[in-house]
């Protein structure tokens, strides 16, 4: 630590944690920083080469889809009794990843974790894209997609209306309005900005855009007093609502009567994974993006530092969880969750359990513990990988490991997915992937206005201020 | 440079902002309307048939009685649609060389049937029976109005389901006496049209018909029932009068023993 | 509404926000109400400096929330219990457990609908075109590193050249006058 | 659904295209017109293969068959959106009424008649409902002495059969469409040129039709040098076919012993009905049980039904026989010397002790496929006990005395000596099942001119010069016996389909009236029976669906039965030797039904294994060769090879296999053809039964298509296993650990009757106990109790229910990733050591939970519950989230997971239930208790102001049932069978503790157990 101190100017002298931001950064450097990497005529041809990958992978989810539609769910490795499979495996997990954009530009900034303000913005912005990735299997997923329409309550010349017992239909709601609120969120937090590139832009489409875009902000005092407190409570209702939903989603299991899904604890248990994926997901994302457009000054040591310790915390809860389950297995004294449990572990498809085991806790619970290995880079992407893999096994052993062996010996069967599955899966990461490049190229990827006021320039002597109070 | 929008873009904005949420709303408005229009229901449109039968003219005009050619419908749960020979009957001797019969003809002589394009077409998984409810005092009009009005055939209504629900609902207010099933001129009662309606004593394990029975004349000295042969009336002071559909509705709804609406507006009901 | 003639106001430019402040609780004390000041990012100060202190945004999203909250229970209520009463698995028509979900979400739903487009209406955006924009040092320093005061001419103590020497007593970088 | 109103014609020989040029084709349009363009597209032979091409199917017939139909599901989707757009806009439909309207029809409403289904064990008497005189539904006579209603699976699935869009349909002549007159001028002219019929050879299935025969005798007196030699591979060398008929009244046997007899698994055994009804009611009361000994070579119902079960290798059975022969007493019998196990000797001797303590009120069984020894020892065992005249009678023959085999070996010597000018086959198919050692096809060869009738084109059709389409008995006149004589009219619901012929018309072609028809030859032959005025006889005759007094065939005496007699039983073959026993395969018999899609999907009882045959093996044998389940094997038997896959069957015995017939068709259809494997290729006629053979591995797996999995139960104490592997994981888990199953022993049983529902809490729930109140059910609550010791486990329901409820035939593919689409399954349980288990059987299809967890998860509301307790689901409303699926503990749902339904093939929608939804893609279905039927006694009931009296409602899988096993009703009628049943103490609810409160519930089987052989722990009714 000592020696860390004298030879590295990214540690604050005064608390000996990593800076949020790197010294000598000013209003017009930062803004320069930030709005170059879009303003800029020319792309990288990087970005080309990913955005090319990219949107091939995701047309591979467009032929899925359609195929699917033609042909019928049948073309996916679903059966009996495994009726739900890769679909709502996804759906979980993507809805999952999304999380932790919403905690980091809500929660974090109720708590007013200033350190947030450099990674919130794409992390929203990951939120909404794997929202879009999430929102979209529970509507293929149906038999008959083209009435999926029915779980809406509109007037119909049936008479008949949605059926409110269902989670399924919760679903429908939560997600939506989690949809429509992260936009919203992420759109009113980026109006000021808008209003910076309009003004900044050369070319005039640009500022025809950005200028529409950003509704004519021109930062006025009263402006801003309203816009902090629509901001705040903006993130107070989206507090509520990222933890409702997961918890909606973990309802989908928990509700019903099958050995491994009917338990309380998935709440809790789902939204703390939820959360440690999506962190995860933000350092995949993160890691690369501060290298590729020089941000280190921007993203510093520290957010990676700080997101590796949630990891940790949010990763104790999820073994909490998973060692509550075994617990419960045995203290209950019911014979479901003891024949559950056993099969989850010891039945034929007991690898996927330790997989996850292996990357949720194995893995990352030890080595997060080192400052070391969380501020090197290379290490957290990787670890954040291992995680994000091991949390879709997690959904996986929930599903497809509670269904495939329930109640009646008689009804027990397997899951095997077909490529089909396979597909769409892989599609759904380049969809996101296509999106998010849209994201950095076109959008201030990190929030000037909130950066500012992390400057040092904006800091407001108290002397000045006495003198100007007579 | 300066100003990027002219003076009158913030109106143009407001305005915009305006329209969008307008547009949205007529949407709306039109896939509401749309799916109950005649477009999609064929409500009251007349698909070409290959004779242009006239119900108007074989019921009002001659009298014909509906089982005439809708031979089953008391007893089927498919009314039936008459067999060339029904047409032959009486076509054999009159008009029997009109052109517009000659579909008729050549399918009685050539075996083929006359390929009717179906006016009142429900859904392959609705299964709906014309006895019960012929048995129950639903009359033909209620569903497939004043055939005796119609040239050409047409289907009155929607046939949609929340039309069926309407009435599984609240069955009271389409039921009559089944002694006016097929009277197509038949019209809920009022004070200057009353009907009188008695109860037999002996109810369950007869058919509707025969337990109760109603008269749209004061039963008295000469009775004139359309229910039953005059033998089988009851004591006059049985009889109890009705001036309102909704008075009448009810007492069928008890002595017909319909189903209450929690029974009727399930779903197996229609649907197997 | 026509648009209107002359001059909007006089715009002060500071490089500080400490500058700004003192200069606008001068202007306050002064006697001014009816200015306002730019800045590139939200500074409280400054928003207190000029006296403006409660907002109505709050309220906006309690009403917001509470019609979200009832419009959706009670169209279960009415679903479940009238509109098509069916038997699901036993369970009462009355489910209230059950609807608490949606309804909760739908809470959620408005009041963050009307948190958010509550605010731009108070604000008056979209207000795309705006005097100030006429300025020529504003678009590059408003949204960027820059603090403004504007004394607005609807002021009644305004007069042109009075508030000149005003605002220069503050020594801005500069003074501007604003065409509408 | 909207998908129902398409039609596509005609199946087109497939051209390559990728599914690139499709989407290429579709580039430029949008919306409805995209979708129109798609019907248009998916006409074309391109756009079929290369849907075949993407979609994934099987290797397999059927499998074929469905990705064949690819383009259909893709119409399926097509059709589906365009309504979308349109939002269920329907097109136009044509009515087409009738020219002249029949006498008696009434449009929606059916009609049934009376008629039988000619089998070759016995006529099965039946009651066939019509729709618009299509035939839709096949049941069992209710009137008829012998069946009482009851069916079974063959007979179940003669409908489909009957529409079976493969049957051939022309007349041919060399692969050329001929003309019936044609042929029969040819065939008659020929005959009367050799004025004795010299050189006239009849091959034909075996003759049951009292009217055939006599008809032949008419020829035969004609044409005296004119043969006729019946061949049917599943009876050929059995004592049926010998013409010996001993029938067996199990009504009054308290101790019933099966040597090697399958009489309880289907109507392959003579007399299947009758036996099951009288053994089943003896099961029903605990106070009246009888005790059924079982020993067997293969593991069928019978033997697992059985208190005790003896697994001997076929051969050992005869030696065991004349054993047991001598142990009850038999002087003179002379066992062959043999080392029997203590295990064995302990059987026998209890066996012997319990047979004797109940002489008079026993029965010994022998099996169909043993040697004709232990039919003999079988009888003098009977006569021993004096149980013929009481529980044995021995008969005149059902079918006119031959030996088949014999008279087949006759028929090839002649072919052979080129005798055979003319040989005509008769519904018989022997280039497939004729036994491998006398190589017909080359034979065939020599005759001069040959002619085939049979329903397809099979393969002596391809080879015959002529064929001739045959009528199905739905389609024709004819008669026919049953197992107690009785004779039914066969009387036709339905001109022939494609003109088909029956072997009447040969016969009679040679008759002095040639043109005679089948029809009035059969009044011919019971003019002279029928009583009274012929006319009214005859018309009661139909209605009643039998002839008054045929039902008495005097009994004869057997000579051989005097006690003293000995009866060599053949030395069993040296115990480590590997025996290959034959047996009729329990779904498609000798293969005469392997194109019928419900036959060849139906789990077969004990394996579970569907579309396929398999060599059965015991698991020590499968060690013993160092096999895996799904390995190929080569079967040898001196010198012949056929490969086979193996599966395991708790309790077979080792060193032995067993292989079902009527597999390895290569021209059954599409369903058939390709499926399993061909055991006749091993089979010679000196054998037929049982051989010794060898068998060894070969590379590669089979994929054979399972229902049900099995696994040995390895989990150490601390998971509640038994350590050892010997036992089933899942019989475990049922029956000791979850309380699916509850049975007892007598004794049990007599110390605590209410066993089944010890610990039970729910059971009785109650409002204090629940958060939600109980809805009250006023009016009608049908309910379903099910007899656990009386169910088989024959498979009747489920065929029956396919017929009833339009259930959709899915493939091979499918099934082997457990998309059969059965709404009734039988589940099935090994107890104990899986090398001698005892099975039990559960008939397992929607519970109809009060608290029904399916319903309250399904978000647009597809399924809820009925005013009258049912759990309904509702087709067209089901967006299919699958989600009630997951959620319903009994896993009884099935899901449209592709376009199963087959909304393509004419013949088939001829067969459909009008009162059924044909369910399309992507929406859940499942048992609904017969609704229709439900709401067709409903209507009747209403319109007669009265409440739907008790039987009135009768549910398919009820009424198929021969064990009566099923009974239905409402629950609220304190007097209905059903709600006494449900009240008996023994009835219990599958998994009641989750509070689902299901309306059918299960009366527990107690077992009559030989003290003396109380083999084991016998499990105890589970504490749940």
Known sequence: MAVELKDNPKLDPATGEYRVIAPGQSFRSVTEKITRIVLTPTTPLGWFALFGVAGAVATALLVAVTWLFLVGVGIWGITQPVAWGFAIINFVWWIGIGHAGTLISAILLLFKQGWRNSINRFAEAMTIFAVVCAGMFPLIHVGRPWLAYWMLPVPLTMNVWPQFRSPLLWDVFAVSTYAIISVVFWYIGMVPDFGTMRDRAESKLAKYAYGLCSLGWRGSARHWARYETSSLLLAGLATPLVLSVHTVISFDFAVAVLPGWHTTIFPPYFVAGAIYSGFAMVLTLAIPLRKFYHLESLVTERHIDNMGKVMLATGFIVAYGYAMEVFMAWYSASHWEAFMMWNRMFGPMGWAYWVLVTCNLAIPLTTLWSRKLRTNMAFMFLLSIVVNTGMWFERFVIIVTSLYRDFLPSSWGTYRATKWDYMTYVGTLGLFTALFLLFVRFLPMIPMSEIRTMLPGAKITPKKAAEAGD | MAQIFDRSSNALARASLVLTGLIVIALGVTLNELQRSPWVTRQGQRPDQPVPFSHKHHVQGLGVQCQYCHVTAETSSYAGIPPTKTCINCHAQIWTNAQLLEPVRQSWATGQSLPWIKVHDLPDYVYFSHEIHVNKGIGCASCHGRVDQMPLMYAQNTLQMEWCLDCHRNPAKNLRPTSEIYNMAWEAPASDRPVWCAVGDEQSGLPTAQSVNCVTREPGVEVASLGMPASGVLPQAKYEKFTSQDELGHFLVDHYKIRTPNELASCEVCHR | MAPREGTYGLLAEFDTPGDLIRAAQQARLDGWRRMDCYTPYPVEEVAEAIGFHRNKVPLVTLIGGLMGLAAMFLLEVWISVWAYPLNIGGRPTYSWPAFIVPAYEWTILFAGLSAAFGMLALNGLPALYHPLFNAPNFCDGATTDKFFLCLEALDPKFDLVEAKKYLQSFQPVSVVEVEY | ?1024
């Open chain 4, 1 to 1024: 659904m909207s998908e129902m109103k398409n039609n596509l014609v005609g199946t087109i020989e497939p051209a390559p295209m990728t599914l690139e040029q499709v989407r290429e084709k579709l580039k430029n349009v949008r919306g409805k017109r995209y979708w129109r363009s798609v019907d248009e597209l998916a006409n074309t032979p391109e756009f079929q293969a290369a849907v075949e091409k993407e979609f994934p199917g099987s290797p397999h017939g059927w499998g074929d068959e469905v990705s064949r139909r690819g383009f259909l599901k893709f119409m399926g989707a097509s059709a589906a959106l365009a309504g979308l757009a349109g939002c269920t806009k329907q097109p136009d439909e044509p009515i087409y009424p009738y020219i002249k309207a029949p006498e008696d029809l009434i449009l929606g409403k059916p009609m049934y008649f009376a008629t039988a289904h000619p089998f070759v064990t016995g006529a099965v008497p039946l009651l066939v409902k019509t729709d618009q005189f299509r035939p839709i539904k096949i049941d069992g006579n209710p009137e008829h002495p012998y069946n009482q209603g009851s069916s079974d699976p063959f007979t179940q699935a003669t409908l489909l059969d009957l529409y079976d869009p493969d049957r051939s349909q022309h007349v041919t002549y060399r692969g050329e469409n001929r003309e019936w007159a044609e042929f029969a001028v040819e065939f008659r002219n020929k005959v009367i040129s050799t004025k004795d019929g010299t050189g006239i050879y009849f091959l034909s299935e075996t003759i049951t039709s009292p009217t055939l025969a006599r008809q032949w005798k008419a020829v035969q007196a004609k044409y005296p040098m004119a043969t006729l030699v019946q061949y049917d591979p599943a009876i050929a060398g059995t004592a049926l076919s010998n013409g010996l008929n001993v029938q067996y009244d199990l009504a009054e046997a308290d101790v019933i012993l099966s040597l090697d007899a399958d009489f309880l698994s289907g109507a392959g055994f003579p007399g299947f009905h009758q036996l099951v009804r009288q053994y089943a009611e003896r099961r029903k009361s605990p106070e009246k049980l009888n005790r059924l000994y079982a020993i067997e070579s293969t593991p069928t119902t019978t033997g697992l039904k059985a208190e005790h079960r003896l697994g001997l290798r076929a051969s050992e059975i005869p030696a065991f026989a004349a054993e047991l022969a001598k142990a009850v007493g038999v002087e003179g019998i002379e066992a062959p010397s043999y080392v029997w196990t203590d295990e064995q000797k302990k059987f026998l001797a209890a066996l012997a002790r319990d047979l004797k303590a109940h002489a008079g009120k026993s029965v010994v069984i022998p099996g169909l496929y043993q040697d004709a020894s232990v039919d003999a020892l079988a009888l003098v065992i009977n006569t021993a006990l004096d149980s013929i005249g009481k529980t044995v009678n021995v008969r005149n023959g059902l079918i006119t005395q031959s030996s088949q085999i014999r008279d087949f070996k006759g028929l090839l010597t002649d072919l052979n000596a080129g005798k055979v000018d003319w040989l005509v086959i008769l519904n018989a198919n022997p280039f497939y099942n004729a036994p491998a050692d006398l190589n017909f096809a080359a034979a065939f060869e020599k005759a001069k001119i040959t002619a085939h009738l049979g329903s397809h084109m099979d393969e002596t059709g391809q080879n015959a010069q002529w064929h001739i389409p045959a009528a199905h008995f739905l389609e024709s006149w004819s008669d026919a016996r049953a197992y107690d004589g009785t004779v039914s009219i066969v009387q036709p619901m339905i001109d022939p389909l494609y003109g088909g012929k029956t072997a009447h018309h040969f016969f009679q072609a040679l008759l002095d009236e040639p043109g005679l028809s089948p029809y009035d030859a059969v009044r011919e032959t019971w003019k002279l029976v029928i009583k009274g005025d012929f006319e009214t006889g005859w018309r009661k005759t139909l209605h009643q669906g039998w002839v008054e007094g045929t039902a008495d065939l005097s009994d004869i005496t057997f000579s051989a039965l005097q006690p003293g007699v000995s009866w060599p039983a053949p030395a069993p073959s040296p115990k480590d030797s590997l025996e290959i026993i034959f047996r009729p395969d329990p779904n498609i018999y000798d293969g005469r039904w392997s194109n019928v899609g419900w036959l060849q999907e139906l789990p077969k009882p004990v394996t579970n294994l569907s579309w396929d045959n398999a060599a059965l093996i015991s698991g020590a044998t499968l060690t013993k060769y160092g096999l895996e389940e799904d390995d190929i094997v080569e079967l040898t038997v001196n010198g012949r090879k056929v490969n086979a896959p193996v599966i395991v069957v708790p309790g077979h015995p080792d060193n032995s296999v067993t292989v079902h017939l009527g597999y390895g068709r290569s021209f059954a259809g599409r369903v058939g053809s390709g499926a399993g494997f061909n055991a006749y290729l091993i089979r010679t006629s000196d054998a037929p039964f049982y051989a010794v053979g060898s068998m060894k591995k070969v590379e590669g797996k089979w994929g054979l298509a399972v229902t049900k999995s099995h696994f040995q139960d390895h989990r150490p104490k601390l998971f509640g296993g038994q350590g050892n592997g010997n036992n089933s994981l899942e019989a475990d888990e049922a029956i000791s650990e979850r309380g699916i199953i509850r049975y007892a022993t007598l004794d049990e049983y007599k110390a605590d009757p209410g066993f089944a529902n010890e610990g039970e809490t729910h059971s009785t729930t109650d409002k204090s106990n629940t958060l939600f109140p109980n809805w009250e059910y006023k009016d009608n609550a049908w309910g379903m109790s099910i007899d656990m010791n009386s169910c088989v486990g024959c498979n009747a329901c489920i065929i029956g229910c396919y017929a009833e409820n339009n259930i959709p035939v899915v493939g091979k593919q499918q099934v082997r990733i457990g998309r059969n689409m059965q709404w009734l399954r039988i589940d099935t349980y090994f107890e104990g050591d899986l090398a001698a288990p005892r099975a039990h059987f559960q008939p397992m299809a929607c519970q109809h939970c009060e608290n029904a967890p399916c319903e309250q998860v399904c978000p647009v509301g597809a399924t809820v519950h009925t005013p009258e307790g049912l759990n309904a689901m509702v087709y067209n409303r089901c967006v299919g989230t699958r989600y009630c699926s997951n959620n319903c503990p009994y896993k009884v749902r099935r899901f449209n997971f592709l376009l199963y339904s087959d909304f393509e093939t004419e013949s088939l929608k001829l067969m459909r239930n009008p009162d059924v939804t044909v369910r399309s893609r992507g929406v859940m279905e499942k048992c609904s208790y017969c609704l229709q039927r439900i709401s067709a006694a409903k209507i009747e009931a209403d319109k007669e102001n009265r409440a739907i009296r008790d039987g009135e409602v009768v549910t398919a899988c009820q009424q198929a049932c021969p064990a009566q096993a099923i009974s239905f009703g409402n629950i609220n009628d304190k007097q209905s069978k059903v709600a006494k049943l449900q009240a008996d103490e023994r009835s219990y609810q599958v998994l009641a503790d989750l509070n689902t409160r299901p309306r059918t519930k299960y009366v527990a089987a107690v077992v009559n157990l030989n003290p003396e052989l109380q083999a084991g722990p016998v499990e105890h009714p589970a504490k749940s």
